[in-house]
């Protein structure tokens, strides 16, 4: 996932450690603000890329879900060091990933245009529409999922996934990953991704890009594919 207009890059290497994990999780903080550089506002940096790179099984564990590993990056970068003016509502989209590496960190890039999908290799698009109904505030809510089951081609059957959640709703906040309105979204993707009702198989999400603003039709734009 590469953005058009070249943006600041550097890695963060330590223990990539997701939302709500511990003493873990504070040294993984400790580890983006010490290897972290300063915001450049002036060019409107709003575009978060993260790439994060996970040794061994790690990648395919529970703990390993995009949102969640996004959640302490968006807190140390934005709330922390002051990137996207030090607001999250400011991002406009956020592209993540993760693969398995022996070195394990994150790459991260803010950037002032959005991402592309280009370099992804995606096999099998299971699901491409836009959803117009209420957006769910939980995981086990049944309307989207539904809707999730009556349009999708097939489930994912155990295949890593590649996520596109497109909102038209500019107000969105897309910085609350863990706990906004994307959130509940991914939870209720389990029927194309797998899992149940408030357990669904989200960490198959191996690519995962969340945007708003833009869209030629009200509601969100949910695009599913199996990824290599």
């Given at each position: 996932?590469?953005?058009?207009?070249?943006?600041?890059?550097?890695?963060?290497?330590?223990?990539?450690?997701?939302?709500?994990?511990?003493?873990?999780?504070?040294?993984?903080?400790?580890?983006?603000?010490?290897?972290?550089?300063?915001?450049?506002?002036?060019?409107?940096?709003?575009?978060?890329?993260?790439?994060?790179?996970?040794?061994?099984?790690?990648?395919?564990?529970?703990?390993?879900?995009?949102?969640?590993?996004?959640?302490?990056?968006?807190?140390?970068?934005?709330?922390?060091?002051?990137?996207?003016?030090?607001?999250?509502?400011?991002?406009?989209?956020?592209?993540?990933?993760?693969?398995?590496?022996?070195?394990?960190?994150?790459?991260?890039?803010?950037?002032?245009?959005?991402?592309?999908?280009?370099?992804?290799?995606?096999?099998?698009?299971?699901?491409?529409?836009?959803?117009?109904?209420?957006?769910?505030?939980?995981?086990?809510?049944?309307?989207?999922?539904?809707?999730?089951?009556?349009?999708?081609?097939?489930?994912?059957?155990?295949?890593?996934?590649?996520?596109?959640?497109?909102?038209?709703?500019?107000?969105?906040?897309?910085?609350?990953?863990?706990?906004?309105?994307?959130?509940?979204?991914?939870?209720?993707?389990?029927?194309?991704?797998?899992g149940r009702p408030g357990a669904?198989?989200?960490?198959?999400?191996?690519?995962?890009?969340?945007?708003?603003?833009?869209?030629?039709?009200?509601?969100?734009?949910?695009?599913?594919?199996?990824?290599?």
């Amino acid at each position: 996932m590469t953005a058009s207009v070249a943006p600041h890059r550097w890695f963060v290497s330590g223990r990539p450690t997701p939302f709500a994990g511990g003493e873990n999780e504070r040294n993984w903080k400790l580890a983006l603000r010490e290897q972290s550089v300063a915001p450049i506002d002036e060019q409107g940096q709003t575009h978060l890329e993260v790439r994060f790179a996970l040794a061994g099984a790690r990648i395919s564990q529970s703990g390993s879900d995009l949102d969640n590993l996004i959640e302490p990056v968006v807190s140390v970068l934005v709330n922390g060091l002051g990137w996207a003016g030090g607001r999250r509502p400011n991002l406009q989209e956020i592209a993540a990933g993760k693969r398995s590496a022996d070195i394990e960190g994150v790459q991260i890039a803010f950037g002032a245009a959005a991402a592309t999908w280009s370099s992804l290799l995606l096999d099998e698009v299971l699901l491409d529409d836009i959803y117009g109904g209420p957006l769910p505030r939980s995981a086990t809510e049944p309307e989207f999922a539904e809707w999730v089951v009556s349009h999708m081609v097939g489930p994912l059957n155990g295949r890593p996934a590649a996520v596109r959640l497109w909102f038209s709703d500019s107000a969105t906040n897309l910085g609350e990953i863990a706990t906004g309105r994307s959130k509940p979204l991914i939870d209720c993707l389990w029927p194309v991704l797998g899992g149940r009702p408030g357990a669904p198989d989200d960490w198959r999400i191996q690519d995962l890009v969340v945007r708003k603003s833009g869209l030629n039709h009200s509601g969100v734009a949910v695009f599913v594919a199996t990824a290599r």
